[in-house]
């Protein structure tokens, strides 16, 4: 089994930047792939961006430019760096690892962005 906990959301004004991470623990290898998704209410789950194990990275056209997605392998961690914040970034983001076919969700963090 493989644990996600998140790390980092909370309320940030319009423009601003937030830093999350997720930290696996468990029967965690180095081949596996990480992401974030989040979820607004009343929509659906959505993929915001993703890491392969050789650092390919894919992002949602709503945050290319504005989002970073990293990991460190050492910490079996994955970051996501969020700046330029919007009002329709305020969601539950969600930490996903895919490993040997297999998915695993964190609990989730909410991101708010709010004046």
């Known amino acids: 089994q493989v644990q996600l906990v998140e790390s980092g959301g909370g309320l940030v004004q319009p423009g601003g930047s937030l830093r999350l991470s997720c930290a696996a623990s468990?029967?965690?290898?180095?081949?596996?792939?990480m992401g974030w998704y989040r979820q607004a209410p009343g929509k659906e789950r959505e993929l915001v961006a993703l890491?392969?194990?050789?650092?390919?990275?894919n992002y949602a056209d709503s945050v290319k430019d504005r989002f970073t997605i990293s990991r460190d392998t050492a910490k079996n961690t994955v970051y996501l760096q969020m700046n330029s914040l919007k009002p329709e970034d305020t969601a539950v983001y969600y930490c996903?690892?895919?490993?040997?076919?297999?998915?695993?969700w964190g609990q989730g963090t909410q991101v708010t962005v709010s004046s």
């Open positions: 996903n690892v895919v490993q040997y076919g297999q998915n695993f």
């Open positions: 468990g029967r965690i290898f180095s081949i596996n792939v």
């Open positions: 890491i392969t194990p050789l650092r390919r990275t």
